[in-house]
């Protein structure tokens, strides 16, 4: 974990210091600067604004996001919304970026940004009005533990929201792309999972063709910008971004393996407090994984 930690930290870093990694994400992301902080994500401002919809996220709310990395996507849900948001992330370094972005925009101290290793939430029941994801849940490997406590901290009536990878179809057998993408999906439909969890009123809606044109142009505009990305992050980072996750999510949503889709459940109005006896019993290794 301290070794993934180290990983992430050091990307973190570099990327917030890049002045061509800001520009490609204010070019992304709708021209948003308030989203840039070095993130790289599938999701667009549009996406962001729907989700805040969705989810009913007002001036009153009080939000958790998990694995907000720097902060770019959480600092935007915060500033059309104007909801108090905590964010979650694996990276200290991600998180000391995250909380000094908001200060610099102005909202702190109603966002803040801590350390946390999902699917550990460390707060008291009922402490949040909605629980946010962007392209994070899909990695954790103890999902039934997320969703439980997810759950446990939503308030009656609360609701979580979250973007992710979803398989559409079985992968060939002999693909080495489609073998590093396994690890990504539940043995169990999302559905299933948020049902067992406790929660209610499931909906699915289905964003591939979004997620495909998205990151398309992530990928045109980072291939475009080698040569600096390369000066900026070095050769290794660069070259990640190019054949890395984005690209093989990219190449199997294209041929119509993996998609993406926007999952929302609410925790009953009139839900009695639960305890799981075993909320992390897998939760010792933790997840590996911050929205970059």
């Not at 599938?42 to 969705?54: D, P, V």
């Amino acid at each position: 974990m301290a070794r993934c930690q180290k990983g992430f930290n050091e990307t973190f870093r570099k990327m917030a210091e890049s002045p061509t990694w800001e520009a490609l994400c204010c070019q992304v992301f709708d021209h948003e600067r308030s989203m840039r902080a070095g993130q790289l994500s599938f999701t667009s401002a549009g996406q962001i604004r729907l989700l805040a919809e969705k989810l009913h996220i007002t001036s009153q709310s009080r939000v958790l996001e998990l694995a907000s990395g720097t902060g770019g996507l959480s600092l935007y849900l915060a500033k059309v919304t104007g909801c108090h948001l905590t964010g979650l992330d694996l990276s200290p370094v991600a998180v000391k970026i995250a909380n000094k972005q908001a200060v610099l925009q102005g909202l702190s101290p109603r966002v803040n940004f801590e350390v946390c290793i999902l699917p550990e939430l460390p707060y008291k029941e009922c402490s949040f009005d909605a629980v946010v994801s962007v392209d994070s849940v899909y990695v954790v490997p103890d999902k039934i533990s997320l969703f439980r406590g997810c759950y446990q901290v939503l308030k009656p009536g609360g609701i979580i929201g979250f973007y992710t990878l979803v398989k559409r179809r079985s992968f060939p057998a002999e693909s080495a792309m489609c073998a590093r993408a396994r690890f990504w999906f539940p043995s169990q439909p999302y559905c299933r999972l948020l049902e067992e969890a406790g929660l209610k009123d499931i909906l699915k809606v289905d964003l591939t063709e979004e997620f495909i044109q998205l990151a398309r142009q992530w990928l045109r505009a980072i291939q475009e910008n080698r040569v600096l990305l390369e000066k900026e992050l070095g050769k290794k980072a660069a070259k990640g971004l190019l054949v890395g996750d984005i690209s093989t999510a990219w190449a199997l949503a294209v041929e119509g393996y993996v998609g993406r889709a926007l999952f929302e459940a609410q925790k009953p109005p009139q839900a009695k407090s639960v305890v799981y006896s075993h909320l992390h019993n897998e939760s010792a290794h933790g997840v590996c994984m911050a929205s970059i």
